[in-house]
C-alpha cells in the first residue's frame, strides 16, 4: 500500500507539471521559463496531494506531502536515493539554521564595532534575556513585560540598548537580521509594526537585496501605497548599492549609517519618546 501511494503521487505530480508546462508554452500568454516552472510545479504539487489524498483517504496526508516532496526534489535534483535526499535536506536545514545565527553573530560584532565609545550596544536576544532576568534594564515596567513577551516568540534576533548620564542602561530597539527576506517579509513587518507602535525603534539589517525587485517589498518598506500606506521599519539597512528608498539604506562592513542612525535614535528616544511612533525617521 505504501509503495502504491507513492507511485500514484509520482505519476500524478510529473503528468501534472508536464501539462502545465505544456499549457504554458502554447498560451497566448508567453511565459519566461523560470516562471513557467514555479506556476508548473506549484500546480504539480496541488494537483498531487489531492488526487492521492482523494484516492488513498487511509494513508495520514503528511505522509503524502512527505513523499511529494521526494519527488518535487528528485525532479529538481536528479536524486532518486531517499537516504541521499534526507542528508541533503539535513544538510540544507543545518546550512539555514547555522547561518542565521552566523549573521546575527556577525552582525552584533560589525555594529558594536561602529559604536564604541557612544554608550549603545547591539545584543542577541539571549543577552538581552540575561540582563532583563539580572534587572539590569531601567526600562519602565510595561516595556520590560512587552520586551519578555519579544523574548518568548524569538521575534527579535538583536536589540539595541543606550545608557543615561546617570549610567542607567535601556532598550530602545528591536532589530531583525535576514540573510534573505523573501519569504517572510510580510511575516517579519507585522511584529516591526508593534513594535514601532509601542514607541521602539524598530530596524531589519538584510544581506539579499534580490527581493526588492519587486515594487510591492518596496512599498511595504517605505510604504506610500494605497495597499501599504504606513512604513513597515523605522529602517532597512542593506549589504548592497542597488536599492535606495525613504527608509532602505545601504551599509557596508563598517556599519556607519547603521551606526549614525542608532545614536540619532537613542538620543531621540531618550529625549522625546512619546513622539516615536512609525512616523520618526533618522534623516
Known amino acids: 500500500m505504501t509503495q502504491d501511494y507513492k507511485e500514484?503521487?509520482?505519476s500524478v505530480y510529473n503528468t501534472a507539471f508536464a501539462q502545465s508546462i505544456k499549457d504554458l508554452a502554447t498560451g497566448e500568454r508567453r511565459v519566461e521559463a523560470k516562471e513557467a516552472e514555479r506556476t508548473a510545479q506549484k500546480e504539480a504539487i496541488k494537483t498531487a496531494v489531492l488526487r492521492t489524498m482523494q484516492t488513498f483517504p487511509q494513508v495520514e496526508p503528511a505522509l503524502i506531502w512527505r513523499g511529494i516532496y521526494e519527488v518535487h526534489v528528485h525532479r529538481k535534483?536528479?536524486?532518486?536515493?531517499k537516504a541521499v535526499i534526507d542528508r541533503v535536506i539535513s544538510a540544507d536545514q543545518s546550512w539555514k539554521k547555522s547561518s542565521g545565527h552566523a549573521f546575527e553573530e556577525m552582525i552584533k560584532l560589525l555594529a558594536n564595532d561602529a559604536l564604541v565609545g557612544t554608550g549603545i550596544e547591539i545584543l542577541l536576544q539571549r543577552d538581552l534575556n540575561t540582563i532583563v532576568k539580572a534587572g539590569e534594564l531601567a526600562n519602565e515596567p510595561?516595556?520590560?513585560?512587552?520586551l519578555k513577551e519579544q523574548i518568548k516568540g524569538s521575534v527579535f534576533d538583536l536589540f539595541a540598548t543606550c545608557s543615561d548620564k546617570d549610567g542607567k542602561r535601556f532598550c530602545y530597539g528591536c532589530i531583525q537580521s535576514k540573510t534573505s527576506i523573501r519569504d517572510r517579509v510580510t511575516r517579519d513587518r507585522e511584529p516591526s509594526l508593534?513594535?514601532?507602535h509601542s514607541f521602539f525603534w524598530s530596524t531589519v539589517i538584510v544581506l539579499d537585496s534580490d527581493f526588492m525587485k519587486n515594487p510591492k517589498f518596496l512599498a511595504m518598506v517605505d510604504g506610500g501605497t494605497h495597499e501599504y500606506p504606513d512604513n513597515g521599519w523605522h529602517g532597512m539597512y542593506v549589504f548592497s548599492d542597488?536599492?535606495?528608498g525613504e527608509r532602505i539604506y545601504p551599509i557596508h562592513v563598517d556599519f556607519g549609517k547603521f551606526a549614525e542612525h542608532a545614536k540619532?535614535?537613542?538620543?531621540y528616544w531618550r529625549t522625546q519618546r512619546q513622539w516615536f511612533d512609525e512616523k520618526w525617521k533618522a534623516e
Open 194 to 196: 508593534a513594535a514601532m
Open 8 to 10: 500514484y503521487s509520482r
Open 142 to 146: 510595561r516595556d520590560i513585560s512587552w
Open 264 to 267: 540619532i535614535a537613542a538620543e
Open 242 to 244: 542597488l536599492y535606495k
Open 77 to 81: 535534483s536528479g536524486l532518486d536515493d
